[in-house]
């Protein structure tokens, strides 16, 4: 088989790459709403990318109206965020956090889990997450369909 990436619609590509490119892990990233309230979202296109500096990659759309996700405008404002590994026992909750709500919704309080306060970042982190990993941004690459954040890992 061979695919014409040039050619084919987006939700082609889209099938194509994440049935391949497996397993993918999910994100429930964590951040600090402008009311200091706790938004929190699951990506599935994420990866660690380096460990020399520790960095890893979150790929971000915006809503379906086309608005930007709390969780990319939480980003811009304050630059930090949590990435806390999802797991069998989290994945219940972790879809509860999908849900379509307006911004400031407490997302953690929403899905019934525990927010721990970061030791190097000011967003929570989620006590029943197995693994968390602290970051500040380092770079936002915008295309008009997505944004790619490089984060840099500074407490896990």
């Known amino acids: 088989m061979e695919a014409d990436f040039a050619a084919l619609p987006a939700a082609d590509r889209y099938h194509l790459l994440t ?19 706790a938004n929190a979202a699951p990506m599935s296109f994420f990866n660690v990318i380096s460990h020399d500096p520790p960095l890893l990659v979150i ?10 996700k709390d969780t990319l405008a939480n980003l811009r404002r304050t630059g930090e ?9 989290l994945a219940p ?3 509860t956090t ?13 899905a019934n889990l525990t927010a ?19 970051c500040r941004v380092e770079r936002l690459i ?15």
């Open 59 to 68: 790929g971000i759309q915006p809503r379906k109206d086309g608005r930007p």
């Open 98 to 110: 999908a849900m379509p709500v307006e911004p400031g919704v407490d997302e953690l309080a929403l």
């Open 93 to 95: 909750a972790m879809a």
């Open 81 to 89: 965020f949590s990435v806390n590994m999802v797991d069998l026992a």
């Open 19 to 37: 049935n391949f490119v497996g397993p993918r892990p999910i994100a429930l990233v964590t951040t600090l709403n402008p009311d200091g309230t």
């Open 116 to 134: 721990l306060p970061g030791a190097s970042v000011a967003c929570p982190r989620i006590s029943e997450s197995p693994c968390a990993m602290e």
């Open 142 to 156: 915008d295309w008009p369909q997505r944004t790619l954040v490089i984060g840099e890992v500074f407490a896990m």
